[in-house]
C-alpha cells in the first residue's frame, strides 16, 4: 500500500479485502453458522432468493435453484429474461436462502456482485449439478428436459460482499 495513504484509506482496503471471507452475525438472537454449517446449508435443495432492481428502481425478488461452490453462487436463467436484462446492466444484487425447521429459523443473506457468464458447456455443467441437488437424479424426464434447455440459458455468478447468517 501506498506510504501516503491516510489510515482511513488503509482501514477502507483492509475492510474491503476481509469482507468476502467474513461471516458476520445477521441477529441478536441467534448465533452465526460456522463456515462448515454454511457449507452443509447451502449443499441443500432450497431456494436462493436473489433480488435486483428494475429500470424503475422497484426491487424484484427471483426464487432461483442455485449451487454454492468456494464461496460463490452459481444461478442459471433463460438468455433473454427479465433477471439476466437487469443483471447485464446493474450487477448489484441482494441474496437470501432461509429456513424454518421445527420452529428453529436458520439462513445466509448478503449483497454481492453478479456476472452474466454466456457460456453453454458451463450452463449445462451447473444445469446438471442442480437437476441432481433439486430433483435427486439427471436420469428423470424433467432433469433430461432441464439439461437440455440449458443450451439457451446463461450462468449467473454471484460473488457475495456481505455475508451474514444466523441458526437458532
Keep these: 500500500m501506498d506510504n501516503n495513504a491516510t489510515l482511513n484509506d488503509k482501514v477502507m482496503s483492509f475492510l474491503l479485502l476481509d469482507i468476502v471471507m467474513r461471516?458476520?452475525?445477521?441477529?441478536?438472537?441467534?448465533?452465526?453458522?460456522?463456515?462448515d454449517e454454511v457449507n452443509e446449508f447451502l449443499s441443500r435443495p432450497l431456494l436462493l432468493r436473489?433480488?435486483?432492481m428494475d429500470r424503475d428502481l422497484y426491487p424484484i425478488?427471483?426464487?432461483l435453484?442455485?449451487?454454492?461452490?468456494?464461496?460463490?453462487?452459481?444461478?442459471?436463467?433463460?438468455?433473454?429474461?427479465?433477471?439476466?436484462r437487469l443483471l447485464r446492466g446493474d450487477g448489484r444484487v441482494y441474496f437470501l436462502v432461509d429456513e424454518v425447521v421445527d420452529g428453529r429459523p436458520r439462513g445466509v443473506r448478503g449483497k454481492g456482485?453478479?456476472?452474466i457468464l454466456d457460456d453453454a458447456e458451463l450452463a449445462r455443467k451447473i444445469m446438471v449439478e442442480q437437476v441432481i441437488k433439486?430433483?435427486?437424479s439427471a436420469d428423470k424426464q424433467l432433469s433430461k428436459r432441464l439439461i437440455d434447455s440449458s443450451k439457451?440459458?446463461?450462468v449467473v455468478?454471484?460473488?457475495?460482499?456481505?455475508?451474514?447468517?444466523?441458526?437458532?
Design 23 to 35: 461471516i458476520i452475525k445477521a441477529d441478536p438472537w441467534w448465533r452465526s453458522m460456522s463456515i
Design 50 to 52: 436473489l433480488a435486483v
Design 61 to 63: 425478488v427471483h426464487p
Design 65 to 84: 435453484w442455485f449451487i454454492y461452490k468456494d464461496g460463490i453462487f452459481y444461478l442459471e436463467v433463460h438468455r433473454t429474461s427479465k433477471k439476466a
Design 113 to 115: 456482485n453478479a456476472l
Design 134 to 136: 433439486y430433483l435427486g
Design 152 to 154: 439457451d440459458n446463461v
Design 157 to 168: 455468478k454471484v460473488e457475495p460482499l456481505v455475508f451474514a447468517t444466523w441458526i437458532a
